[in-house]
């Protein structure tokens, strides 16, 4: 790794690594797929969203509750990307 940003985005993936696979899965693919493109305060949002527990992100991903406000445009983008991609 040469670059902070590469040592962030690796320390990302390091958390994006949760106790459920589905979670491990949505969280990776919108890191690798959509996070380097991403304007910055929703990249300060991911970051946000990993710092919640598990049973929290997934409620929030699942549709069952609403996330805080910050993080709701974030969560429909994952929405949005799960739709589109298979979580096997």
């Given at each position: 790794?040469?670059?902070?940003?590469?040592?962030?985005?690796?320390?990302?993936?390091?958390?994006?690594?949760?106790?459920?696979?589905?979670?491990?899965?949505?969280?990776?693919?919108?890191?690798?797929?959509?996070?380097?493109?991403?304007?910055?305060?929703l990249?300060?949002?991911?970051?946000?969203?990993?710092?919640?527990?598990?049973?929290?992100?997934?409620?929030?991903?699942?549709?069952?509750?609403?996330?805080?406000?910050?993080?709701?445009?974030?969560?429909?983008?994952?929405?949005?990307?799960?739709?589109t991609?298979?979580?096997?």
């Open positions: 790794m040469t670059g902070g940003e590469d040592r962030s985005v690796s320390a990302l993936r390091w958390r994006c690594r949760r106790g459920m696979r589905e979670l491990d899965v949505l969280l990776g693919h919108w890191l690798n797929d959509c996070y380097p493109d991403a304007e910055q305060a990249q300060q949002a991911f970051s946000d969203l990993l710092e919640c527990e598990d049973d929290m992100i997934w409620d929030w991903l699942m549709g069952r509750s609403a996330p805080p406000d910050h993080l709701q445009a974030l969560v429909a983008k994952i929405q949005g990307l799960s739709e991609r298979s979580l096997g």
